[in-house]
């Protein structure tokens, strides 16, 4: 059964140690990392030590001290927010980074209550919770985690939950989350030519789950 994609977001979030004001607009024009014209309508919630935060078009950024985020909704920009990453960090290559996450959520629209209810019961069988709860039951948030099937240190967790987006109807929301030890010989850049594959499976698993849940 084919399901809607209503909205997705693909993010990659890198951690490690990191000074958050040095990631402003102004250090991404001078490197040539992004055109002027779209700095210029950059929307600046915070530039400090503690924690830069701004969004320019597509593009989300946010930095802490230990974790730097980049975002978009918007799909044809996957490969640019891929590209942008790689060329930020070649810039700081002596940044210490520990972990990397390659991201994708998913709000699905189900083709009706019916099953929207399914998918939840399947995924989380309600008898066992029947006997001591009193109301009926509801999926909130399942979370699932395996073992990478490639060459690299980490895992694939898959989190399971009713959309919180209104304006979705029977909506649900994956978030597939592929994480990445960053060992010693491992590079943010190498990790991220893995970055198509990653935003593929991610698709895959969403909706596979959905059709076999739905089956």
Excluded: C
């Excluded at 991404?28 to 309508?41: D, N, S």
């Excluded at 898959?158 to 209104?166: F, M």
């Amino acid at each position: 059964m084919a399901v809607d994609i209503e909205r997705q977001e693909a993010s990659i979030v890198i951690v490690g140690s990191l000074n958050p004001m040095i990631f402003n607009p102004d250090w991404f024009i001078r490197h040539e990392l992004l055109p002027q014209v779209v700095m210029g309508g950059a929307e600046v919630e915070i530039i400090h030590r503690d924690i830069t935060k701004f969004t320019m078009g597509w593009l989300n950024i946010e930095v802490l001290p230990n974790r730097f985020l980049a975002r978009t909704n918007d799909a044809s920009y996957f490969l640019p927010l891929r590209d942008l990453v790689v060329s930020v960090f070649l810039i700081l290559n002596e940044t210490p980074a520990s972990q990397l996450g390659m991201n994708r959520t998913f709000e699905f629209s189900l083709p009706d209550e019916k099953s929207w209810h399914k998918l939840g019961d399947v995924l989380a069988p309600k008898e066992i919770w029947h006997k001591v709860l009193p109301e009926r039951v509801g999926l909130s948030s399942l979370k699932v985690k395996s073992p990478r099937n490639d060459d690299l240190p980490g895992d694939i967790n898959v989190t399971v939950g009713p959309s919180p987006i209104k304006g979705i109807k029977n909506g649900v929301r994956f978030n597939i989350n592929n994480h990445i030890e960053l060992e010693k010989d491992l590079s943010i850049q190498s990790v991220l030519g893995k970055w198509e594959f990653s935003m593929e499976e991610a698709e895959k698993i969403s909706q596979t789950i959905i059709e076999e849940a739905l089956a």
